[in-house]
Every structure is written in structure tokens, then in C-alpha cells.
């Protein structure tokens, strides 16, 4: 059974800092990547990033380009998603999520498998 478990989420002020975590398991694909989205109260899911666990690229929406870094530990088979320079608009709750083959999209609909999710608040 493919599990995806988020951590890390949590009350920060703006300008701060804080570390998601995506913990993955029960599954063996040769080609897959795990993105970061997360939806704010009436809003469309909306990607951050996402990583390649075969080659290790990466992407990220434009609106976190320079303040988030998105990274694997492919033995612990994680993500991990460092998120800087938070502001307020950030607030939402983030999901992982895992799209199996080569590809690597921004577009929550064509991910197989998701998180529960983690909340995370920044204040002005």
C-alpha cells in the first residue's frame, strides 16, 4: 500500500523559516517524482515543486523560486521541502504527492497518490 505521510507544518511568523517532510512508502517504481502543492481555504490546489527520485531534477512554481528548495534523502526515500522567507500568502495546507513515470508536473490532477497533509500558518 503506497503511504505518503507530511510533517513539519506549523505557526511561523513572516520572514521565517520551516522544513516539511515527506515520508514515502510501500511502493517500487523505476521512474517517479514527488511534488509539494497546498491549498488555501477555497482555493485550487496549486503546485510548488517537485523532484525527479530517479535523476533528481527539480521545479518550482514561480512564486516560490528563490525562497523554497525542494530535496530528497532517496535512501530514506523523503522529501524534504525548506521553506524561507515565508509571507502570510503562503499559508495553506501542503500535500505530497507522487506521479509515477518521467514526467514531472505542476498539475495536481495527473498524481497517483497523495498525503494527508500538513497545516502550515504564517503571520503578518
Known amino acids: 500500500e503506497v503511504q505518503l505521510v507530511e510533517s513539519g507544518g506549523g505557526l511561523v511568523q513572516a520572514g521565517g523559516s520551516l522544513r516539511l517532510s515527506c515520508a514515502a512508502s510501500?511502493?517500487?517504481?523505476?521512474?517517479?517524482?514527488i511534488g509539494w502543492f497546498r491549498q488555501a481555504p477555497g482555493m485550487e490546489r496549486e503546485g510548488v515543486a517537485c523532484i525527479s527520485m530517479s535523476d533528481g531534477r527539480t521545479y518550482y512554481a514561480d512564486s516560490v523560486k528563490g525562497r523554497f528548495t525542494i530535496s530528497s534523502d532517496n535512501v530514506k526515500n523523503t522529501v524534504y521541502l525548506q521553506m524561507n522567507s515565508l509571507k502570510p500568502e503562503d499559508t495553506a495546507v501542503y500535500y505530497c504527492?507522487?506521479?509515477?513515470?518521467?514526467?514531472?508536473?505542476?498539475?495536481?490532477?495527473?498524481?497517483?497518490?497523495w498525503g494527508q497533509g500538513t497545516q502550515v500558518t504564517v503571520s503578518s
Open positions: 504527492g507522487v506521479i509515477i513515470g518521467r514526467v514531472m508536473p505542476l498539475r495536481w490532477y495527473e498524481y497517483d497518490y
Open positions: 510501500g511502493f517500487t517504481f523505476d521512474y517517479y517524482a
